[in-house]
């Protein structure tokens, strides 16, 4: 069966770079946007889904000889066609002696999940914690807003990584419990952002809006190449930029150049490849990160 | 006798003329021929002198003359140590020979005892005799550079004094030490360490800067020659490996009167001249605890930074209370040192063998399923009886390991008791008690005569019996007969299973309790059967899960094991995760190793990690580095920190496999650098090579 449930696809110990000190990072599956240079595509359906890594495969096809209906489960995109089907005999990920295939997003008990967060409370130290990012934590409300109270109750620092798409009153209903976001922002013309990535650009700035008049936030841009650094969508970001309400609460605005990293779980997950995209060049990088700069803000090119 | 080629500017390795010991008869004791062969040595070593030193003392002899008679020559030669050079420093040799000359009044001395006394005198006296050589050496070559170099009718002056009498400043005192260890090396002793340099340098230093006598930059350059120096000679002092010479420094770390942290000036500046010279030798241990101050953690991560693989980090919290619960006394404990590798040692007053022998692990494993019988060869490698036929069930499979590691220690330790070693008057000279005691080091003189077992494989133990309650007693997936024969075979007509192994059962060093628990327990018994054991000088054994370098030479000799290893790959390092097994972040890998309890087993259970230079290229993953480090350090004995240099990254992006577990810092995230594709593995490689220069 589709589990309705929240999935998580990824928990990651010892993060380093998603919010202040040592951070536990747990990723959730599903993401309500579909920015085309997504980088975790693994978080962006929030159903299970197969995962075929070539570069673990031993070509042994004890997966062949195991399935039930014939296929070669190495296709994996006809695996995640054939959904459920597949979903309800798993016998090739069972048998596949290398883990080369695998099924991505898990439902985790909250219990478990706080077990394991507090696994490593120790390093957290003062501000040190944990950060929910995915997909969109923003997506998978009843289960985030329940396990940001316990680790407030435990004493966790919390982060979220978000790119602000929910409604406002959802965003209301955690906001108490968060420490620190980092809050994506992409395109800020109205028609690209519907059209590009399905979102209404006024929720997200609304959004913004609130995080920071109560919250230290950092925000992140990507950088592509002509179309999030064009002249015009850079424009209307210093227009958001000028008119958040409590400036000192955005502690820094990160550029980040497009990379590759992403693109070979898309092959993968057996997803179309992305289109190309390239990052934007160094000069347009640092004329940007001048005209935030004079808006007193802190910038930084987090570069790979 | 061969002729000693005189030479200013080389040192003269006389390999092919070993000094034939001739003049005395085998009927004098073993004590008195060793000190008059030391003397011949000596006398005829040529005071080396080159023109731009700061410090006297090059070994120029590297054959000792022969001593030993016929029945003697299976004594093992002492190594491996730290001598006292405090009584050195305040006492002088002429101190230690009043010393014993005042030992040998006691009227009720065993003929043995006043032989072992006089051969310390006699020692004592050919020290001062070598070292007034070198002093008029010294004033001839001053006289010859004339005022273009007056540094060496400074070190003539010191070497009339030093080391006979006590120093009195920071350059006497550096002379002290060094001289001292160039006469340990010469004499044959192996792997010496220079104890804690920044404590007991700190009074000299201390002195000398409140009453104007040195500056802080001369002490500085001084330093830095001392540094130079014993780097000089590395290759040859090395033992397995070239740059495996166990002179280990000590920094930091608690001080003894009132417990606080014992870092100073001195220690800054040795890192400094470490990060300066970058050097093969000295090699560096760090000692922290939890009031060891954020400048000092800043400053040791600079040096780790350069990729030399030091310092090596020792927890004053985990090490010292285990040496206490073993019986050491408290204010011993706190002046811990380390032995060549990384074991605790007690500097100038134990005789402690720290490494003399290990437990391959997995053959105690292959003994407990197979009668002990090697899964290799069949051949008898342990104690009859365990089929794993026979085991109903996991702890049956256990109880059956255990009374093969208990047999497996108690033969090792059978082996060791049966050693006896070379007397070294010198190195008692330099031992407290021995003197006292009117015994010899190598008889029991020290007052801690503890020796160490390390072991090979207990990772290896560890995944494979996980791999054995999950594939057998779990899930029945294969037979226990089967199983063997997959062994037997090094998975020949099975490698889907050898793969299955390696990648799908869970391993050790990913914070799972059910597989830690294995090792905390297992560990606990090593630990204990250890210190049951007892050896020939009255000491007692100590379990340690350091491997040196076993992990290598044992591979050859183990079948293939149940956590996917096949015969011939090399076992766990030390006591770390194995190559390419860690999931879950170092937090997870430092949570499964501080589950053990290591005041059982703390004969140097050191944690391997590998970093990416890329964590230091930013000042805030420093700080994270640091956080990370300081709760890992509470919760492990020992870490060292491979930052891989780009060779190593290369090695990497060909054979993925051994390097799964690498972490990079990437853009904006660390991850495993064989998950990266390779264009980006090629930007780390050559962001890499810039680092390190
Ligand atoms: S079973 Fe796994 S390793 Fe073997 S061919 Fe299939 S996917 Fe590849
Ligand atoms: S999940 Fe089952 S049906 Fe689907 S490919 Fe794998 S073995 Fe075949």
């Given amino acids: 069966m589709i589990s309705s449930n929240c999935l998580i696809f990824d928990i990651k110990r010892f993060a380093i770079s998603d919010g202040p000190e040592i951070r536990t990072t747990i990723f959730f599956k599903g993401c309500p946007l579909k920015c085309p240079w997504c980088h975790n595509p693994e978080g962006i359906s929030f159903r299970q889904e197969f995962f075929w890594r070539r570069t673990k495969c031993s070509e042994c096809n004890e997966c062949i000889r195991i399935c039930p209906h014939g296929y070669d489960p190495k296709d994996v995109k006809r695996l995640n066609e054939k959904f459920e089907e597949c979903l309800n005999c798993r016998k090739c990920v069972d048998i596949c002696p290398t883990g080369a295939i695998t099924i991505i997003g898990k439902e985790i008990e909250l219990a478990d999940l706080i077990e394991l967060i507090s696994r490593d409370i120790d390093y957290y130290a003062d501000s040190g914690g944990v950060t929910f990012s995915g997909g969109e934590p923003l997506a998978h409300m009843s289960y985030l807003q329940r396990a940001l109270e316990e680790c407030k109750r435990i004493g966790v620092n919390t982060c979220i990584e978000t790119s602000g798409f929910c409604s406002k009153e959802d965003l209301l209903l955690i906001i108490d419990y968060v420490d620190f976001f980092m809050f994506d922002l992409k395109l800020a013309n109205k028609e690209e952002s519907q059209r590009v990535i399905g979102a209404n650009i006024d929720k997200i700035v609304e959004n913004l809006n609130i995080i920071t008049s109560e919250k230290k936030c950092v925000l992140r841009l990507p950088m592509i190449r002509d179309l999030t650094d064009t002249k015009e969508n850079i424009e209307l970001l210093l227009a958001i930029l000028r008119q958040i309400p409590n400036k000192k609460n955005l502690s820094r605005v990160e550029l980040l150049p497009y990379h590759k990293l992403g693109e070979s779980k898309y092959i993968c997950l057996g997803k179309e490849t992305l289109k190309v995209f390239e990052p934007s060049t160094e000069s347009n990088l640092n004329c940007i990160k001048e005209k935030i700069s004079s808006l007193n803000y802190n910038v930084s090119i987090e570069r790979f | ?693």
């Fill in chain 2, 1 to 693: 006798m061969s002729e000693i080629k005189k030479n200013d500017d080389i040192a003269i390795v006389l390999k092919q003329h070993p000094f034939m010991y001739s003049n005395t008869s085998s009927k004098k004791s073993i004590y008195l021929r060793k000190a008059i062969a030391f003397e011949k040595m000596l006398s005829t070593m040529y005071p080396s002198v080159k023109k731009d030193d700061l410090l006297a003392g090059r070994r120029t002899i590297y054959n000792f003359p022969i001593y030993l008679t016929i029945n003697e020559y299976d004594l093992a030669n002492i190594g491996n140590l730290t001598p006292n050079y405090n009584t050195v420093l305040t006492k002088g040799f002429k101190g230690i020979k009043q010393d014993a000359i005042s030992a040998m009044n006691d009227k009720n001395l065993s003929s043995d005892s006043k032989d072992f006394l006089s051969s310390v005198v006699m020692v004592c006296e050919s020290v001062i005799k070598f070292s007034n050589r070198y002093s008029e050496k010294l004033l001839e070559m001053s006289e010859k550079y004339g005022d273009s170099q007056p540094s060496l009718r400074q070190l003539a002056q010191i070497c009339k004094k030093i080391p006979a009498e006590p120093a009195t400043n920071f350059y006497q005192a550096l002379q002290s030490v060094f001289f001292t260890n160039m006469l340990i090396w010469s004499e044959e002793h192996h792997l010496i360490g220079l104890g804690r340099l920044d404590q007991y340098l700190w009074p000299y230093y201390q002195n000398d800067i409140a009453k104007g006598i040195c500056t802080a930059d001369e002490m500085y350059e001084l330093s830095k020659h001392f540094w130079k120096r014993l780097n000089e000679d590395f290759r040859e002092k090395s033992n397995v490996l070239a740059g495996d010479t166990g002179q280990a420094v000590i920094l930091g770390g608690l001080e003894k009167s009132r417990g606080e942290d014992a870092s100073n000036e001195l220690t800054y500046m040795f890192l400094k001249i470490a990060k300066e010279l970058k050097q093969v030798d000295p090699k560096i241990v760090l000692r922290v605890h939890s009031k060891t101050p954020e400048k000092l953690w800043k400053e040791s991560l600079a040096l780790l930074k350069l990729g030399l693989g030091y310092p090596l980090y020792a927890s004053d919290d985990v090490i010292i209370p285990s040496l206490k619960s073993f019986g050491y006394d408290s204010e011993d404990a706190i002046d811990y040192v380390v032995s060549a590798c990384w074991e605790p040692l007690i500097p100038g007053k134990s005789f402690e063998l720290n490494n003399v022998c290990r437990i391959n692990f997995l053959h105690c494993l292959e003994s407990s399923v197979n009668d002990g019988k090697s899964l290799l060869d069949n051949s008898q490698i342990g104690v009859s009886g365990g089929f794993l036929k026979e085991c109903n069930s996991f702890e049956d499979l256990i109880k059956n390991l255990k009374s093969q590691i208990h047999f497996f220690i108690s033969q090792s330790v059978e082996r060791v008791n049966n050693l006896r070693f070379v007397p070294s008057p010198l190195f008692s000279a330099l031992t407290a008690n021995c003197i006292e005691k009117g015994l010899d080091i190598s008889k029991g003189g020290a007052k801690y005569n503890n020796f160490g077992i390390l072991n090979s494989g207990f990772v290896n133990m560890v995944n494979s019996l996980i791999a054995i309650k999950k594939l057998v007693y779990e899930n029945n997936q294969i037979s226990k007969i089967d199983l063997l024969k997959c062994l037997k075979d090094d998975f020949e007509n099975n490698m889907q299973l050898c793969s299955y192994m390696k990648n799908r059962i869970p391993k050790f060093g990913n914070d799972i309790d059910e597989v830690d628990s294995i090792a905390s327990e297992l560990a606990d018994f090593y630990g204990q059967e250890c210190a049951k054991e007892s050896n020939s000088l009255g000491g007692r054994y100590k379990g340690g899960l350091g491997s040196a370098d076993g992990y290598v030479t044992d591979a050859k000799k183990t079948a293939a094991s149940c956590d996917g290893r096949k015969l011939g790959e090399i076992l766990t390092v030390n006591f770390s995760p194995a190559a390419g097994t860690v999931q879950n972040g170092l937090t997870a890998v430092v949570n499964s190793i501080s589950k053990i309890n290591f005041r059982k087993v703390f004969n140097g259970s050191i944690l391997d990690l590998k970093l990416s230079p890329s964590f230091f290229t930013e000042e805030k993953y420093l700080d994270k580095l640091v956080l990370f480090l300081k709760v890992a350090m509470r919760k492990c004995e020992e870490i060292q920190f491979n930052v891989v240099n780009s060779q190593t990254l290369k090695d990497a992006k060909n054979n993925p496999d051994q390097y799964r577990d690498l972490i990079v810092r990437v853009w904006g995230f660390s991850a495993y650098f064989v998950d990266l594709p390779e264009e980006y593995q090629n930007h780390i490689i050559e962001r890499s090579e810039h680092d390190i220069q």
